[in-house]
């Protein structure tokens, strides 16, 4: 066939666009043109500038660069060689092969934006191997598609389990991580038995008082930090009925005796749970689960850091207290309690009697020691009592709330 000069200066030009547009993208994304710093390396950039990418279905890209498509698929191709001559003509207008390309905007788009893609994420992290430490799943996109085929968590409290695919999102700079201390109850502390009481709990490096639906929105969105780069989010806690003080076995996560979420920002620093019923006589555990807005539970930049929640152990009623703990004898006053009282005892006489907080087992009553020196455990509400032929302990009550 013969061409006239005029027709192959129509002709030269479309093909050339058209070997552009077919040009294979690396590992399903297309390498962007045009202007780089459009939309500062977004998907789809600013105005149509800089080439996209398409998905392993096939995607077409906006540009001034051009498009391109997956070369996975001829129907795609051929979608791709229609949108790059569209994007010479109509401002770099695209379309996303599934249906959705967002107009440009990273945050409603359908695919992953090639700025984001994190290059580590493709090693196992055992490149240099060490020995016990397991390798990491990889990923070449993100880990975008890791819950295809589960139960997805879709903003719900599933507790037979679930895939959630939401990132993780804002990490905290480590001058910036949340902490919290009870002030009430402290630890050892005795409280009156089925009598109102309040939880008091300062916190810092954390604006609390951010609290999504948990209905309708658990884990749904990332993370997010304020400006001062401190977690936005909301506390908790839970309080546990244990067998004793001294209780050593791992308690039943379903299982507790109070738990509220503290919905309100800290005042002065200080968040309060109101425990209107009171608690039965018995040993108690107390702790704080402090969260991002959407309950999940906080992240923070580096693997070694304190706790970023506290715990706290109490008794609720003297005796009540004394009938939960196991072990007979088990006094509720801390070491340097019971180790002071044993000095002073022995200086006394060598024979003296070991002294316990108000929170002792007045129950189990004063043990008589034998000659040899060895004390009695006495009820901190007895006063302590005489051991053998030794002098009488010193009295160790703790101020009760």
Same mark, same amino acid.
């Given at each position: ?8 200066? *129509? ?30 390396? &977004?998907?789809?950039g600013k105005g149509g500038k800089g080439a996209a990418a398409g998905? $392993?279905? #096939? ?6 660069? #051009? ?5 996975? &698929?001829?129907? /795609? ?16 207008? $695209? ?6 390309? +967002? ?11 090639? &700025? ?63 902490? $919290?201390?009870?002030?009430?109850? *402290?630890?050892?502390?005795?409280? /009156? ?16 008082? &951010? ?58 620093? *200080? ?9 039965? /006589? +018995? ?15 906080? *992240? ?46 022995? $200086? ?38 005489? #051991? ?14």
């Amino acid at each position: 066939m013969k061409f006239s000069a005029t027709t192959l200066l *129509v002709i030269l030009p479309l093909l050339a666009a058209q070997a552009s547009a077919l040009a294979v993208p690396e590992s399903g994304f297309a390498r962007r043109a045009g202007n780089a710093k459009d939309g500062q390396g &977004s998907f789809g950039g600013k105005g149509g500038k800089g080439a996209a990418a398409g998905v $392993a279905a #096939g995607a077409a890209a906006k540009g001034k660069g #051009g498009a391109a498509a997956n070369s996975t &698929s001829s129907a /795609a191709g051929s979608a791709a060689t229609a949108a790059a001559s569209n994007a010479t003509t109509a401002n770099g207008a $695209a379309a996303n092969a599934t249906g959705g390309g +967002g107009g440009g905007d990273p945050q409603t788009s359908l695919t992953l934006d090639p &700025s984001v893609i994190c290059s580590n994420f493709k090693q196992d992290g055992n490149e240099t191997p060490t020995p016990g430490q397991s390798p990491s799943l990889t990923s070449q996109n993100n880990f975008i598609n890791f819950c295809v085929g589960q139960t997805l968590t879709n903003g719900l409290q599933i507790q037979k389990g679930s895939c959630n695919p939401a990132p993780i999102g804002m990490i905290p700079p480590t001058t910036q991580m949340p902490t $919290a201390k009870f002030q009430f109850p *402290v630890n050892m502390a005795n409280i /009156a038995p089925n009598t109102a009481f309040t939880v008091k709990m300062a916190v810092s490096g954390f604006e609390t008082g &951010s609290f999504a639906n948990a209905e309708k929105s658990y884990f749904a969105a990332p993370q997010q930090l304020n400006a001062q780069q401190q977690i936005i989010g909301h506390s908790h806690v839970v309080i546990q009925l244990m067998d004793s003080i001294t209780q050593t076995t791992t308690l039943d996560p379903t299982k507790f005796s109070f738990f509220q979420g503290l919905n309100s920002p800290a005042v002065d620093g *200080v968040l309060t749970a109101d425990v209107t019923n009171g608690l039965p /006589a +018995g040993a108690y555990k107390i702790s704080s689960i402090n969260t991002a807005g959407n309950h999940q539970p906080a *992240v923070v930049a580096v693997a070694q850091h304190g706790s970023l929640d506290d715990t706290v152990y109490f008794t609720v009623g003297g005796s009540g207290a004394g009938a939960s703990n196991a072990t007979a004898g088990a006094a509720a006053a801390s070491s340097t309690d019971a180790a002071a009282a044993a000095s002073t005892s022995a $200086a006394a006489g060598g024979k003296g009697a070991a002294a316990a907080s108000s929170a002792a087992a007045a129950a189990t009553g004063a043990a008589k020691g034998n000659a040899g020196g060895k004390g009695a455990n006495a009820g901190g509400s007895q006063g302590g009592a005489k #051991g053998g032929q030794g002098k009488q302990g010193r009295r160790f009550i703790r101020e009760a709330y």
